[in-house]
């Protein structure tokens, strides 16, 4: 069973209660932090964790802080594709590039991955409802589970939201409120919400949520045959990705499981980079930025608050590095991962990919490094971008003449 060595603020210091579900720190206000009690973990039990013939995140239940198997909700997360992008990698300039796919997951977003430990927990601690602020992705993932786990779901989502990603949580029977500005705006009112009436939130300043992204050091640890990638490039929004997976790379360090720990790069959009900006600035917190249009609209977060601060850290004690993007390049990056590797990611998902080409082309990361790029957020939940055409071609009648006409006109290549 997963055991909670202890809850503490992993700025102060001070110990919460693990037995109580708590946010933040009561002396300076950060979000909690939980140790899981590792000690039982040696060589057989690391050899039966591999071995094992469970799939997907909850087979590694040591280290996830949850003590009832009888309040798991999985829809099946996790053990997403490592694809090796070897056409795509050349093409690049990289020899060893490889694609985490985590658009396969169950709501097609990343989110499965905490949203999975939130849910289950809220079981544990018998909350009746579940609540989440969202710039979408994680509106849906919430809902999802929350409606597996016969909860009622609460979401408040900024106005202008990709319509895929309201009609999913729609879908799921989640109880949707639209708020007037941008993410910032919503996550203000949120935590307002969640003061007046004691919502439980599925939020980066949940410490339970959190520890479920653990399980990219994991996967990647096992998809890699134990070797640890050099870079690990993360699209960032709040950070939790970024840090949760460091977290999870260094419990297998200190376990022992790994010999060197990987790199951490985030990836932001340039309209709205409050980590990257904070980190060129060698400053140790996060400043508000005024969010612009992006097409990344799933990382468009101007004032990661919670744990900014833990991701600008986190590079630097794994002397990684944060890039801002330009939208060319967003774009020219879901575009070559569509066309060359076969995955449909939505913007924000492919930007790993488009941070990954700068730093090799700026030589940061070298050839044969070993690169993986975090694929984070599914095509099909936002296929209506500016610049991009997604309407069907005026129809031609179903006779071979007019399809040859056709493409003659228009693609000449294919025949
Ligand atoms: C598609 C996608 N990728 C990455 C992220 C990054 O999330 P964070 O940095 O908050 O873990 C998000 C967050 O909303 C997302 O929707």
Known sequence: MGQVKAVFCPRCGRTGDSTLYQESCESCGSVLEVAMNLSGLGPKERDTLLASPERGLFRWWPFLPLANRACVVSLGEGDTPLLSAGRLGARLGFERLYLKNDTLLPTGSLKDRSNAIGIS???ELGVPLV??????NAAASVSAYAAAAGLRSVILLPEGTAPGKVAQAAAHGAE???IKGDFDHTARLFAAAVREFGWYACMSNNPYRNEGKKSYAYELWMQLGGEVPQWLIHPTAGGLGLIATWKGFNELYALGWVDRLPRMLAAQAAACAPIVEAYRNGASDVQPVSAKETIAESIRVGYPKSLGWRAIRDIRESRGSAVALEEAEISEARALLARHAGIYAEPAGAISLAAAVRLRQEGLIGRNDLTVCMITG????QPEIQGHDTSL????????ESLRRRLDQEHADVR
């Open 121 to 123: 927990k809220a079981l």
């Open 131 to 136: 609540a989440v602020a969202s710039t979408g």
């Open 176 to 178: 949707i409120v639209a």
């Open 378 to 381: 599914h095509g099909l939940k």
């Open 393 to 400: 071609p005026s129809p031609i009648e179903p006779d071979l």
